[in-house]
Nanobody, 118 residues
Framework: QVQLVESGGGLVQAGGSLRLSCAAS????????VGWHRQAPGKERELVAR???????DYADSVKGRFTISRDNAKNTVYLQMNSLKPEDTAVYYC????????????WGQGTQVTVSS
């Protein structure tokens, strides 16, 4: 099993920056990918960014050029640096880990609120 704890959310003005952290514990060696997802009120949860075990990264079109996903393997932590924030980035941000153990399992953190004021 894998446990995920997010931190770093908060209130920021439009144009500002925040860095989210996702600390993993447990069977971290089995993690194949870590993604940041977000869910705004009344909307479906969407993938924002993902980093794979080989280091490749994927981003939603809406955040390309503004958000950067990175990881610190020594700390078992994945970061989401968010720059040039917009009010439409307001959502609860969730960390997700895809784990391979005979089959694939998906683990979620508890979420962290990001609010961008105009």
């Amino acid at each position: 099993q894998v446990q995920l704890v997010e931190s770093g959310g908060g209130l920021v003005q439009a144009g500002g920056s925040l860095r989210l952290s996702c600390a993993a514990s447990g069977s971290t060696s089995s993690i194949k990918a870590v993604g940041w997802h977000r869910q705004a009120p009344g909307k479906e949860r969407e993938l924002v960014a993902r980093i794979n075990s080989n280091g490749s990264r994927d981003y939603a079109d809406s955040v390309k050029g503004r958000f950067t996903i990175s990881r610190d393997n020594a700390k078992n932590t994945v970061y989401l640096q968010m720059n040039s924030l917009k009010p439409e980035d307001t959502a609860v941000y969730y960390c997700n880990a895809l784990v391979l153990s005979n089959t694939y399992y998906s683990y979620w953190g508890q979420g962290t609120q990001v609010t961008v004021s105009s």
